[in-house]
């Protein structure tokens, strides 16, 4: 409940039966509050204080029923590191675990730099494992520290700044410049920032929900602030074309029984434009195969690599819905027939795992990024010249979907309806993909020119016109 100005302060209520006769009672809003004392005159001292914050205006707390000014003082001696502990308790029952593991990592960097004194600190990588490994991971607050986290933890109980003090631009630009920053003090990505920055206005709005500031404002709306520069555009040098494409795949397939597992996996990535994580996961259930013509996937999420400090049930992947989507939406991809044919006969000839996935380990695992960044790498290394190698082209398995969407565009797709396949908003479209968008509208404007050359001087149709059916 909020503060309010709704106070009501009775008499001192005197219990002779009782070890403390002398009980102060007021009302704050529809909540009563009480306090008991063993002698009159403290009850009194007590009452004259309420009375007083009463008198000058201001407001009080229903929940705690003590004056703001009372409140603050209270609140001041809370520390930045033991807010962030609370703010990590009070959400990871109900994170995911990849969320769990972006909030650990963003107020590692974050709290190191919100500290009294340098005098003594642990070294920053000692610091930042204490942090990200023990402090802000809960599935591990039962077990032992090891002598020097817990030597590191001590020292940032004793020194981390109250979070009152973030109320102070100066102190907050200490936070925003700290989740800017790499350790190895290297300008952080422009993306990073932004997902660091975003945790540090959550636990700031705790902050301002449980009344810690002297207004309740988020200091962050009140700083301004630039993500360091970086480019999210897709650089038109990493985009293989449909060729070179093809020419990875059979890279990939020349690799043995592992090679022919995989080759639909990477096909996954560019004719479906799909993210890793969905193509790890997907499942026969997901896929409409039909003997000829399109067919199509309705993707409904993907399994992440987490690690097993993170998960409830100790796996070291995690199965999440689609990115930017609610949990139980769904996206169709249409998919075109050569590619049908491959997944027919990956099929038949592989199978699929227990659950219905259609790529896995020898085991029957979930295929690791590392096991097929090396089948990739592998491909290119055999298939690419030195020059290309040495390349952006297709460095990533990721560089796939980015080459699958570009074709798309390239080939005239309508912007949104690439955007709805791939997964995108329109605006994240535009934005990333921009560069290709530019390429694609120059071709855009030599057909244009070729169409007006049809209709200027000798080629033009005999009385031909602007409007005129050709």
Known sequence: MPLTYDVRIYSIETRRDRPKPYRVRW??????????????????????????????????????????????????????????????????????????????????????????????????????????????????????????????????????????????????????????TLLNGSPAAGRTARRKRACLSDVLGLAVERRYFSLPVNPLSTVKWSAPKSTEEVDPASVANPRQVRSLLEGVRNQGERGVHLEPFFGCLYYASMRPAEAVGLTASQCHLPESGWGKFTLRGGIVHVGRDWTDDGRAHQDRHLKARAARDSRVVPIPPHFVAMLREHIKRHGTAPDGRLFRTSRGGVIQDTGYGEVWERAREAVLTPEEEQSPLARRPYDLRCAGVSFWLFSGVDPMEVARRAGHSVAVLLRVYAKVLAQAQDRANRQIEAGLREWDGDGASPGGRLGDTP
């Open 27 to 180: 009302l704050v809003g529809t909540q009563k509050h009480s306090k008991s004392y063993t002698v009159k005159a403290q009850a009194d001292g007590r009452r004259s204080e309420l009375m007083t914050a009463l008198r000058k205006g201001e407001q009080f707390d229903a929940e705690t029923g003590l004056p703001a000014s009372e409140l603050r003082a209270q609140n001041g001696s809370v520390t930045w590191y033991e807010h962030t502990r609370a703010y990590i308790d009070r959400r990871w029952d109900r994170l995911p675990a990849k969320s769990r593991r972006n909030d650990a990592d963003a107020l590692a960097t974050i709290t190191p730099a919100l500290v009294k004194t340098a005098a003594g600190q642990p070294s920053p990588r000692l610091l930042r494992t204490a942090l990200y490994a023990w402090a802000y991971n809960k599935s591990r607050w039962d077990e032992e520290l090891p002598d020097d986290v817990a030597s590191a933890l001590r020292w940032l109980e004793k020194n981390s700044l109250p979070v009152a003090t973030l109320e102070d631009p100066a102190t907050l630009r200490r936070a925003l410049d700290a989740l800017s």
